[in-house]
């Protein structure tokens, strides 16, 4: 009987031993966070804004650092600049050569292709455009979209010894569903690279974070109220989540759109039939390791429907998501997967 009293002695100091030294590691985050001031930095890239909040250890700005980063970024997969690699492999320059940023994301994007069907498609670009989505909008005719599916579908490319192969040369490439996302992932890690332990790195909406804000607590996030607003004004929360050490990433149709004779019609395309998406999906949040996964799925599952969302997110590792929906009366519901509840804030 003594022995088996010992033995509970022991595991009852090594318990409390835990919990107490468990007890001092909070305590002393929470005060490094309020010894170091935090930086703020803010500017503009690939069409978007960025807005990055971090602790440098040495109090030390990185924006210098930041956008000479986010330039190279641009260099590899930015639309907006002609001398980009992904402009000169959209213009069929034979001399260009992918780097590492660009196969990071034409390959994940091409797993996701897999994986949704075909619902996410960086080859879609020429539809966007066509359908009035582009920076000179032209909202005067609807497209004739049998002219251009047979040079959109995720299969008709590759790379191969860092050139890309195209089935047709008409074929685009546009890394927008996945860069935003991609580019907050790169930010983070040269902050890490840097020293910060908290941080973060919000671009075009697509947020990657790690460690505790300036108040010593996980970062706070709002959710929009999924409510039709192509002026962007309206700013209604639907709910709020508090994250740390991972990735948020929203998609929706209701800040980008028009109205036309009477009839709505989304950003969002649909690769399989050429046409903007016609569901009951308002908005989808997707939470995951990383901001190049969260991003490449969250408008793939505005395209696939609450059913295959919430079994798609299931299947992947550390993913949970989020959906604003309309009901067969029209009414705005919300599911969410199993595990984003211990994100949900009180």
């Known amino acids: 009987m003594k022995k088996k009293g010992l033995i509970i002695a022991v595991i009852g100091f090594v318990v409390l031993a835990g919990a107490l030294s468990y007890y001092f590691w909070q305590k002393s985050e929470v005060e490094a966070v309020q010894e170091v001031a935090y930086i703020h930095n803010e500017g503009e890239t690939q069409g978007t804004t960025y807005h990055i909040t971090y602790q440098q250890p040495e109090g030390i700005d990185l924006k210098a ?18 001398n980009s690699i992904i402009s000169r492999v959209n213009s069929n320059d034979t001399t260009v050569r992918t780097d590492a940023l660009f196969e990071t994301m034409f390959n994940e994007a091409q797993e996701v292709s897999k994986r949704t069907g075909g619902a996410l498609d960086i080859t879609v670009g020429p539809l966007v455009k066509a359908w009035g989505f582009a920076i000179n909008k032209d909202h005067s005719k609807l497209p004739k979209v049998s002219d251009f599916m047979p040079y959109i579908g995720y299969q008709k490319v590759r790379i191969q010894d860092h050139k890309v192969i195209k089935d047709d ?3 685009v490439i546009d890394a927008n569903s996945i860069a935003q996302g991609y580019s907050s992932d790169v930010i983070a890690k040269l902050l890490e690279d840097n020293k910060c332990r908290n941080y973060m790195v919000e671009i075009g909406g697509e947020i990657v974070c790690k460690g505790l804000n300036d108040n010593g607590q996980k970062w706070r996030i709002g959710i929009d109220k999924a409510i039709d607003d192509s002026t962007s004004t309206t700013e209604e929360l639907q709910t709020i989540i508090s994250i740390t050490d991972c ?33 009951n999906m308002l908005s989808v949040t997707v939470i995951a390791p990383r901001g190049i996964i969260a991003d490449a799925y969250d408008t793939p599952f505005m395209i696939l429907g609450v059913g295959s969302c919430l079994k798609i997110c299931k299947s992947i590792p550390g993913m949970e998501c989020y959906l604003i929906y309309t009901d067969k009366d029209g009414k705005s519901q919300v599911k969410y997967s199993e595990g984003f509840k211990k994100y949900l804030s009180n």
């Not at 650092?65 to 002609?82: G, N, V, W």
């Not at 929203?250 to 690769?271: E, L, Q, V």
């Open 247 to 279: 990735a948020v990433t929203t998609a929706g149709g209701y800040r980008k759109f028009y109205i036309k004779d009477g009839k709505k019609y989304s950003h969002i395309i649909d690769p399989h039939t050429g046409r903007p998406v016609q569901n």
């Open 65 to 82: 650092k930041i956008e000479a980063r986010l330039h190279e970024f641009d260099l590899s997969l930015s639309t907006y600049i002609p």
């Open 169 to 171: 040369p008409r074929i």
